[in-house]
């Protein structure tokens, strides 16, 4: 009891804090509140987030205390996300300004409907997590840990990352930046990469996953990769 009230009280700091570090990396370059496009996406991601993180906590705290560590064990992971957390900064700063100046003309319908795709995407992540209590936010084996090849599992051998792309090159089209995806779009080549690297680490330490490999071919996208 006192490990998930413990657990409760980071996700209680965290919720709030990604919301208010978000908000000012939006609101600040575009100098003003009336910028409707980041209250969307706002509201698109954080509020499920705030769902999903209350059914973790409820149905499995020991995977939202995995989703919770942000300290990578390996040297090349630590360097790979050190280049994304550049990239994302850049990303998300770059947006406001294009809203201030109005560099970019991203349609309405266009900005709703990639809205529309970060909902979807963060949804199916969601059911990726379900089926897979050992998807940590860091590329490790457990003690323990065995090979998922079940629900999205049986389709594609990394699903997660699969939603994660899907949901990075929506994220500048919504914001109404096109200029911002020069930055998302390395983001993309970094989890291209982070695959590889997981996959060797898996291939090396976590048994049945040669086997899986196998049978499941395609990494990420279905008669492709």
């Keep these: 009891m006192t490990d998930k009230n413990n657990l409760k009280k980071k996700v209680l700091l965290l919720v709030p804090l990604a919301v208010i570090i978000t908000g000012l990396a939006l609101f600040l370059p575009a100098g003003t509140i009336y ?3 980041a209250w969307a996406f706002m509201a698109v991601l954080f ?3 705030f769902f999903v993180a209350s059914y973790f906590l409820k149905k499995d705290p020991k995977f939202l205390e995995r989703r919770i560590r ?6 090349k992971e630590k360097s790979m996300i050190k ?10 700063l770059t947006p406001g300004l294009d809203f201030r100046y109005g560099w970019s003309q991203v349609p309405v319908w266009l900005a709703v409907a990639a809205d529309a795709v970060i909902f979807l995407s963060y949804m199916f992540i969601f059911l990726v997590f379900r089926e897979n209590s050992y998807a940590s936010r860091i590329v490790e084996v ?3 840990q065995k090979v998922i090849s079940t629900g999205p599992y049986s389709i594609v051998r990394h699903p997660m990352y699969l939603g994660v792309t899907l949901m990075y090159l929506s994220v500048p089209i919504a914001l109404g930046s096109y200029l911002a995806l020069v930055f998302f ?7 291209f990469l982070r695959i590889l690297d997981e996959e060797r680490l898996l291939l090396k330490d976590l048994k049945g996953y ?4 196998k049978k499941v071919k395609y990494r990420l996208v279905p008669g492709i990769w």
């Excluded at 942000?70 to 040297?75: L, R």
Aim: proline content about 6%; charged content about 20%.
């Design 35 to 37: 910028y409707w496009q």
């Design 83 to 92: 280049i994304a957390q550049v990239l994302f900064l850049m990303g998300f």
């Design 142 to 144: 457990e003690k323990g």
């Design 70 to 75: 942000f300290k990578e064990k390996e040297a």
């Design 210 to 213: 040669r086997e899986y490999c």
């Design 185 to 191: 779009m390395p983001v993309v080549l970094v989890i």
């Design 47 to 49: 509020i499920p987030f």
